[in-house]
T-cell receptor
Framework: EAQVTQNPRYLITVTGKKLTVTCSQN?????MSWYRQDPGLGLRQIYY???????DKGDVPEGYKVSRKEKRNFPLILESPSPNQTSLYFC???????????FGSGTQLSVL | AQSVAQPEDQVNVAEGNPLTVKCTYS??????LFWYVQYPNRGLQFLLK??????LVKGSYGFEAEFNKSQTSFHLKKPSALVSDSALYFC???????????FGKGTMLLVSP
């Protein structure tokens, strides 16, 4: 089954403790991206990747890192999480940027 | 810069009636426009997209959207609403030459029986 898999589904952590949210797709997609969803703000793009080893900032990249060492994986790294990064995070992929995105199920992150 | 606006936080409609969810955009080049739907406690699902061609785009679950270049709008429509259409709807835009995708704030659609 074609899918984007995110883990974990829920995560509670404390300020400053490094964490990684994993994202993997099995569709051989070139394009992958991360979004955060906050009430009243919709979805905002954090980072995106056009291909392996090619990543770029979205609209809200501060406090986040990504890597794309393999085509299928695109982890999101928070090296020193802060409470304002409490949010619902989505990973998504598509063949090309103009094509439809396939979204993961989301990761609800709470930073205390 | 690119931007998208969904002027209504919530749209209420009775089952069987037509529905419209509004979206306007701003780009400097040509727009690529998308609609996505988010059901409760689920990820987002693609509904339809406009790249070029016919101004009326047909998508999943009986939804369609009309691209209007002069009004810079891309409203989502359905002739007859179902209770199961109740969800959060997002419009998104990408300008030519950009790789980022900008989403609107979302519109909650509530269809009453």
């Amino acid at each position: 089954e074609a899918q984007v898999t995110q883990n974990p589904r829920y995560l509670i952590t404390v300020t400053g403790k490094k964490l990684t949210v994993t994202c993997s797709q099995n569709m051989n997609h070139e394009y992958m991206s991360w979004y955060r969803q906050d009430p009243g703000l919709g979805l905002r793009q954090i980072y995106y990747s056009m291909n392996v080893e090619v990543t770029d900032k979205g609209d809200v990249p501060e406090g986040y890192k990504v890597s794309r060492k393999e085509k299928r994986n695109f982890p999101l790294i928070l090296e020193s999480p802060s409470p304002n990064q409490t949010s619902l995070y989505f990973c998504a992929s598509s063949r090309q940027p103009n094509e439809k995105l396939f979204f993961g199920s989301g990761t609800q992150l709470s930073v205390l | 810069a690119q931007s998208v606006a969904q002027p209504e936080d919530q749209v209420n409609v009775a089952e069987g009636n037509p529905l419209t969810v509004k979206c306007t955009y701003s780009v400097s080049g040509n727009p690529y426009l998308f609609w996505y739907v988010q059901y409760p406690n689920r990820g987002l699902q693609f509904l339809l997209k406009y790249i070029t061609g016919d101004n009326l785009v047909k998508g999943s679950y009986g939804f369609e959207a009309e691209f209007n270049k002069s009004q810079t709008s891309f409203h989502l429509k359905k002739p007859s609403a179902l209770v199961s259409d109740s969800a959060l709807y997002f419009c998104a835009v990408r300008d030519t030459g950009y790789s980022t995708l900008t989403f609107g704030k979302g519109t909650m659609l509530l269809v009453s029986p």
